[in-house]
Nanobody
Framework: QVLLVESGGGSVQGGDSLRLSCAAS????????IGWFRQAPGKEREFVAA????????YYGDSVKGRFTITRDNLKDTAYLQMNSLKPEGTAVYYC??????????????????WGRGTQVTVSS
């Protein structure tokens, strides 16, 4: 139904910024909740941020709150993750995910319906 493709990852120094993009195709994007998750080697997938279809509900993981900002542009079928003050602990593959419909929590990865293939973010100290 909804195809998601992440972009914008790369290698940066600690304290630098990156903006990730999540481009979607499909008629249901504007009514889909979007989440960002990340997974580092040997670690479980971690919730980063999420935004509801209308932008009225936004959530952040404790480790990124105050430094990351999630936004979306439904007319462009794209969601964004602005990452400021990056830390080495942020090195991971970052995934965007879509949740079609409503009534489900946004922090749990298993409640999402579709996933992108991920984009690598590497932060050196």
């Amino acid at each position: 139904q909804v195809l998601l493709v992440e972009s914008g990852g790369g290698s940066v120094q600690g304290g630098d910024s990156l903006r990730l993009s999540c481009a979607a195709s499909g008629m249901t994007f504007s009514r889909s909740n979007i989440g960002w998750f990340r997974q580092a080697p040997g670690k479980e997938r971690e919730f980063v941020a999420a935004i509801s279809w209308g932008g009225g509900r936004i959530y952040y993981g404790d480790s990124v709150k105050g430094r990351f900002t999630i936004t979306r542009d439904n007319l462009k079928d794209t969601a964004y993750l602005q990452m400021n003050s990056l830390k080495p602990e942020g090195t991971a593959v970052y995934y965007c995910a879509g949740q079609v419909g409503g009534g489900r929590a946004l922090r749990d990865s298993w409640l999402y319906d579709g996933w992108g293939r991920g984009t690598q973010v590497t932060v050196s100290s």
